[in-house]
């Protein structure tokens, strides 16, 4: 069985205060890039759904393995 995983990347993060995604964790990656390289990790493909505006957004997880 094929396993596909999803990262919903596409809130505002009202509440936060900031964009958490953008946020830098303890070891120094942003919550974005630690969420992306542990999905990639665990499944056999994965797909990313962003803000249709947010290239940046994109560009970093397509960097990253996540088209």
């Not at 396993?3 to 919903?8: F, M, R």
């Not at 993060?13 to 665990?42: H, I, N, Y």
Request: a positive charge; charged letters at 20%; aromatic letters at 2%.
């Amino acid at each position: 069985m094929r396993v596909i995983g999803l990262l919903l990347a596409a809130g505002s993060a009202r509440r936060f205060g900031a964009d958490k995604l953008l946020a830098r964790l303890p070891g120094g990656d942003t919550v974005l890039a630690t969420s992306a390289g542990r999905l990639v990790a665990a499944v056999d493909a994965a797909l990313a759904v962003v803000p249709a505006a947010d290239h940046a957004r994109a560009r970093l997880l397509d960097e990253l393995g996540l088209p």
